[in-house]
């Protein structure tokens, strides 16, 4: 009886994990095949396989969406991004974590409610506020908004880890005559270096594939990311929906491999020093 439950238990479980996989990996294989595609084929069948693979497509739609400047971009963007966020969430997270300020509980709750407001709310004042201080189509004006918008989370997550870590390491630190910043940076940050991934990885991923703020604060083309360029693909009546999908199969690719190449430690970062409190 006992085992009959447990059969029926696995069962019921590895049903439900293949119907998330289905929903998961479903629509990133319909893209990978209608990449390879003619519009045409596409509109006669969307969700099976090609007929005929093009993959004269991934050449077009490299060169017709500009994807080697749109990447330089993004990559500027990106990276400026994740430094920038990565060393102000860091301090933050420590002064929260591990300096008694009063206020930190208030402090770290405003930081988990910024997780969650919306930031199309302040759009419409930034963009004025931006234009009269120069900023909009630069890079460094959106990268200053990304910071503003990914820095709460960063923190959080950042703090969340540092709280779990031992107290003696600092103790010992601070017996041997280190300050608050040696304490920081040769202790508490090569111990916290899962968090500081983890946030990283979130934060890269978000500014990768943001597209709203780009396309309102960059309106030079010079200075388009990766994400607004599915526009090349957009006809006055229509779509190339062939150069659409490998386009997207060349924005998501890099995700990808960056992905499997560090999901290990960012489980580990998330698991660790997310879910404390």
């Known amino acids: 009886m006992q085992l009959s439950r447990r059969r029926v238990t696995s069962i019921a479980s590895y049903t439900i994990l293949t119907l998330m996989m289905i929903f998961a990996l479903g629509p990133i294989l319909i893209l990978l095949m209608n990449s ?71 402090i770290t709750f405003y930081f988990l409610v910024g997780t969650s407001v919306p930031a199309q709310l302040f759009m419409i004042p930034l963009f004025f506020m931006w234009r009269g201080l120069g900023l909009v189509n630069t890079h460094i004006g959106l990268i200053i908004i990304y910071c503003g918008i990914f820095s709460p989370f960063a923190t959080y997550l950042i703090r969340s880890y540092m709280v779990a870590l031992p107290e003696e390491f600092i103790d010992a630190a601070k017996i041997d005559g280190a300050n608050n910043f040696d304490v920081f940076w040769h202790i508490i940050r090569p111990l916290s270096w899962p968090g500081f991934l983890t946030a990283g990885l979130v934060v890269g991923l978000g500014v990768w594939n943001e597209f709203l703020f780009a396309v309102t604060f960059l309106s030079g083309p010079e200075f388009k990311p990766i994400a607004t360029s599915l526009f090349a693909f957009q006809a006055r009546f229509g779509r190339d929906w062939g150069l659409t999908s490998a386009g997207s199969v060349i924005m998501m690719l890099p995700v990808i491999v960056l992905f499997l190449l560090l999901q290990r430690r960012f489980i580990e970062g998330l698991t660790q020093g997310g879910l404390k409190a």
């Open 36 to 106: 390879v595609k003619s519009t045409a084929e596409i509109g006669r069948n969307p969700i099976g396989f090609p007929e005929e693979v093009i993959l004269q497509n991934y050449a077009d739609a490299w060169e017709q969406g500009d994807y080697a400047l749109t990447i330089r971009n993004s990559i500027i963007l990106t990276g400026g991004t994740i430094v920038v966020t990565l060393s102000l969430a860091g301090l933050a997270g420590y002064a929260l974590a591990r300096l008694d300020l009063k206020g930190a509980g208030i």
